[in-house]
């Protein structure tokens, strides 16, 4: 998706030029105007840049041939495609409306998200008040469906961001991911491209924050370079077997 006239996006340029610079066949898809350049490809290709909605990567696909297929994307990008499979590698969670007031009369504490958007510093609440201002706040309709969250204390710092390719998870220079989560690979079966953010609780505990399509992860502490010849050779590798 360019700012200018087929140029990538400065988000994504990096990438892009990475990929180009090994060999890797590129082009630029414009969400605005439904154009590719400089051609359709001829073979599945990956998609790598801002968050599609439901309606765009169907778009998407229809001017395309992609990897990944809207269902299988939608099943790593919402909350909802994915918690169930590994909901016990992850904080005990709930999908329910804005409308509905979580339980707090034991001073409990939450988490709160949409099925796809953060809300930043305002995402804990503990009490009625809270939950009313940061539905005021982020604009958050009665009916739109919130991913509660039970609270937990997390290590500083501790949160790492892995992606996975095949059944396969990959961290930045090298990093594995703690056995103890390594089943919830195979939970996750058959998505393809997906990352697996992961952090220590307070007790030093390995657990799944969330997961999200790899398509539309931004690589956090991962290298360009390092990014381009474990996780896009590995994709490479996969797809071309």
């Not at 073979?43 to 765009?56: F, I």
């Not at 969670?93 to 510093?121: E, I, M």
């Not at 009313?132 to 604009?139: F, I, P, S, V, W």
Request: aromatic share 12%.
């Amino acid at each position: 998706m360019p700012y200018e006239s087929w140029e990538a996006d400065p988000l994504w340029k990096p990438e892009y030029s990475w990929a180009g610079a090994a060999g890797l066949p590129v082009g630029l898809f414009d969400v605005e105007t439904l154009r590719l350049w400089p051609k359709a490809p001829a073979a599945p290709a990956l998609y790598r840049g801002w968050m599609l909605t439901e309606p765009e990567y169907k778009l998407l696909e229809q001017v395309a041939p992609v990897l990944i297929s809207h269902k299988s994307y939608l099943s790593a990008h919402l909350a909802s495609g994915w918690y169930e499979a590994i909901r016990e590698y992850t904080f005990a969670s709930t999908f329910q409306p804005a409308s509905h007031l979580p339980d707090f009369s034991a001073g409990q504490r939450y988490f709160v998200k949409g099925l796809v958007k953060s809300f930043g510093p305002d995402s804990v609440v503990a009490s009625g008040a809270e939950w009313q201002e940061l539905l005021r706040k982020h604009g958050v309709l009665s009916d739109e469906l919130l991913f509660v969250r039970q609270y937990a204390e997390l290590q500083p710092d501790s949160e790492r961001r892995y992606l996975v390719v095949g059944g396969v998870a990959y961290g930045a220079e090298g990093k594995l991911l703690p056995k103890k989560l390594e089943p919830a690979l195979f939970q996750l079966r058959p998505r393809l491209f997906y990352s697996l953010d992961v952090a220590l609780t307070a007790a030093g505990h390995p657990i799944i924050v969330e997961v999200g399509d790899g398509q539309v992860s931004d690589l956090k502490e991962w290298d360009v370079a390092d990014f381009g010849r474990t996780v896009l050779r590995a994709l490479a590798a996969v797809t071309q077997a």
